[in-house]
């Protein structure tokens, strides 16, 4: 059974630079067949895809966002990783890992969320 | 890219059948087989249900079923259940390589 778990500090100032971390156990992210994903819910809203990475280091980002986000993946630990820079107020939000299914185009697996508050 | 058109709420009672819309474009929905439904329970893990439209995962029960005409892409659930409350996403893989998400319906069963 694959597990995600993502990681990180829950309160970033505004203008810094918000750092995720998703581990992965029960599966290998140099597997291919898969993407790595981040995707997000602000409160009380929907959810917003953020960006992935293919454990070969390809990456592709929500337009929106792309000038602010960096994926990364460490395959000797089983994990990927997110940075979204110069953050405000409207970056607070929940804060998903998931793992794509590639032929299939889905989100097959999901974290269970971390709250990410961007405050002074 | 906007998110796709999902209606802000749907009801029905135990035993009925419910249909969620999820309304895009020829570049999202219309554009592949690429549609899929995931039901989210505030604090937990969002959940698979459908994926390619019309697929359900090991695990899911036989009473979610999807379809798509069009730009439009439908999850039905039959026979409801109390279990089944919860707010549900559809989203797709666009012709642009990346996601979008539906805007979330909240399921209700009266």
């Known amino acids: 059974q694959v597990q995600l778990q993502e990681s990180g500090p829950g309160l970033v100032k505004p203008s810094q630079t918000l750092s995720l971390t998703c581990t992965v156990s029960?599966?290998?992210?140099?597997?291919?067949?898969?993407?790595w994903n981040w995707i997000r819910q602000h409160p009380g809203k929907g959810l917003e895809w953020i960006g992935y990475?293919?454990?070969?280091?390809?990456?592709y980002y929500n337009p929106s966002l792309k000038s602010r986000v960096n994926i990364s993946v460490d395959t000797s630990k089983n994990q990927f990783s997110l940075k979204l820079s110069s953050v405000t107020a409207a970056d607070t939000a929940v804060y998903f890992c998931?793992?794509?299914?590639?032929?299939?185009?889905?989100?097959?697996?999901w974290g269970q969320g971390t709250l990410v508050t961007v405050s002074s | 890219q906007s998110a796709l058109t999902q209606p802000a709420s749907v009801s029905g009672s135990p035993g009925q059948s419910i249909t969620i819309s999820c309304t895009g474009t020829?570049?999202?929905?219309?554009?592949?087989?690429?549609v899929s439904w995931y039901q989210h329970h505030p604090g937990k893990a969002p959940k698979l249900m459908i994926y390619?439209?019309?697929n359900r995962p090991s695990g899911v029960s036989n009473r979610f079923s999807g379809s798509k005409s069009g730009n439009t892409a439908s999850l039905t659930i039959s026979g409801l259940q109390a279990e089944d409350e919860g707010d549900y996403y559809c989203?797709?893989?666009?012709?642009?390589?990346?996601?979008?998400f539906g805007t979330g319906t909240k399921v209700t069963v009266l």
């Open positions: 998931a793992r794509g299914l590639v032929a299939a185009a889905t989100l097959y697996d």
């Open positions: 029960g599966a290998s992210i140099s597997t291919g067949g898969y993407y």
């Open positions: 990475i293919y454990y070969s280091g390809s990456t």
């Open positions: 020829s570049s999202d929905v219309g554009g592949d087989n690429y």
């Open positions: 390619a439209v019309s």
């Open positions: 989203s797709s893989y666009t012709t642009h390589s990346f996601y979008v």
